[in-house]
């Protein structure tokens, strides 16, 4: 089946550092989601992409969208404490949306 | 707010026991998630109802079921309470609109099986 895989899982950086987890999986997808999940939270979407190489920005947080559509990134500039989270990529293949295992972002002051 | 609801927040429980737990979807949401998440673990997609029908199945176990009623709400039965089975469970809703669509997480139900 679908596998989703993140890296790295955990991920300590210092506040105003840049921080980027990687999403691969196993087969193409037709589209690839963000969400973050704060500590004691629910996952809260963040994006979407579908096209080929699609890159979207949110203010400080680059999203992007591989050329085969098996991979996926998220890019952080400039960390600040509130962006303490897990962030989750989960990619839509077939009718199912496969979460994967997850980054868990600790921010040092 | 997400929009979606789910009760009870927290449930204990002993093993072998049975325990229902509830969701309720965004207003004109029509499908519905359950997922599992373990302590330091990802989500665990279990399954999915859309409408009132079984859409997709995914980890999820015999001991375990769901079904949505005609008003949309979702009810996930987890019976013969096992220690592992102590999690977040999470319900989520979307629209389900063409191949594009948002989940919506609710706050999640904290099973604590002792």
């Known amino acids: 089946g679908q596998q989703v895989m993140q890296i790295p899982q955990y991920q300590h950086v210092q506040e105003g550092e840049d921080f980027t987890t990687y999403c691969n999986s196993s087969?193409?997808?037709?589209?690839i989601q963000w969400y973050k999940q704060r500590p004691g939270g629910h996952p809260v979407f963040l994006i979407q992409l579908v096209k080929s190489g699609e890159v979207k920005k949110q203010k400080r947080l680059t999203f992007q969208f591989g050329e085969a559509k098996k991979n996926s990134s998220l890019h952080i500039t400039a960390t600040q404490t509130t962006d303490v989270g897990t962030y989750f990529c989960?990619?839509?293949?077939?009718?199912?949306?496969?979460f994967g295992t997850g980054t868990r972002l600790t921010i040092i002051p | 707010d997400s929009g979606v609801t789910q009760t009870p927040k927290h449930l204990i429980t002993a093993t072998g026991q049975r325990v229902t737990l509830r969701c309720s979807p965004r207003s004109g949401d029509l499908s519905v998630y359950w997922y599992q998440q373990s302590l330091d673990q990802g989500l665990q997609f279990l399954i999915q109802y859309y409408n009132g029908e079984e859409r997709a199945k995914g980890n999820i176990l015999e001991r375990f079921s769901a079904q949505q009623f005609p008003d949309l709400h979702s009810e996930l039965n987890l019976s013969s309470l096992e220690l592992g089975d102590s999690a977040l469970y999470f319900c989520?809703?979307?629209?389900?609109?063409?191949?594009?669509?948002?989940?919506?997480f609710g706050p999640g139900t904290r099973l604590t099986v002792l």
């Open positions: 087969t193409t997808l037709s589209n």
């Open positions: 989520a809703s979307s629209v389900v609109a063409g191949t594009h669509y948002t989940q919506y």
């Open positions: 989960a990619g839509r293949g077939n009718e199912k949306l496969t």
